[in-house]
């Protein structure tokens, strides 16, 4: 083995820099957002948990990556937890060319055009992990690009921002606070302009 041994005097480290990071901002396109989780995807594919990584928005809103292969990608900010005032960003490209990206890049969370409450024989479901599944034109499903689930907050509420089309939406079981099993909403309609609510209303467990 190998004995070290400290010598005195002053030392400098150099934190190594972000080959990508930025700054998350709210729907004003100014105010950091915090704690919004940003995903970076390979530019060839965006799909639900297939993100290369992730990293997260500090209390400045600036994020950053500690480690990212040469190569190009997209990347989106996430509605932060429980927050239905805000709804995932729309996706932005960088390429990592010799270890570096870019530094300066901000990523605005939208305003959402889908919001809904979450209830049960109860009463409003905190809490509850709200997935959304698009319906194709023969009647399929498939999971919207870019769109990751998200939490209502204490008062039930939820929200996304989704492409014009038909949706339908997916509610967890909330026996405890709402007295519901998990329940499919019925479908939802997103219009080309403004907004649409769509609530969701938990079977009874009876």
């Given at each position: ?69 040469d190569g190009q990608y997209q990347m989106f900010a996430r509605q932060p937890y429980a927050d239905p005032s805000k709804a995932d960003s729309l996706p932005i490209n960088v ?112």
């Amino acid at each position: 083995a190998t004995n070290l041994s400290a010598s005195p005097g002053i030392y400098t480290l150099a934190l190594a820099s972000s080959p990508i990071s930025g700054t998350v901002v709210a729907p004003d396109g100014t105010t950091p957002v915090p704690s919004s989780r940003v995903d970076l995807y390979g530019a060839e594919k965006v799909c639900l948990y297939c993100e290369r990584s992730a990293a997260y928005s500090d209390q400045t809103g600036y994020f950053g990556f500690e480690s990212v292969p040469d190569g190009q990608y997209q990347m989106f900010a996430r509605q932060p937890y429980a927050d239905p005032s805000k709804a995932d960003s729309l996706p932005i490209n960088v390429t990592v060319s010799g270890g570096m990206g870019s530094s300066t890049l901000v990523l605005p969370l939208r305003t959402p055009n889908v919001t809904g409450v979450v209830r049960g024989p109860r009463g409003v479901s905190a809490g509850n992990w709200i997935q959304v599944q698009k319906v194709t034109e023969n009647n399929g499903r498939t999971e919207p690009i870019g769109a990751r689930a998200v939490v209502t907050n204490a008062q039930g509420d939820f929200a996304f921002n989704l492409e014009p089309g038909n949706y339908l939406f997916f509610a967890q079981e909330d026996l405890k606070s709402a007295g519901g099993i998990a329940t499919t909403s019925q479908i939802c309609t997103v219009p080309s302009s403004g907004s649409v609510v769509c609530d969701i209303n938990l079977t009874s467990s009876n």
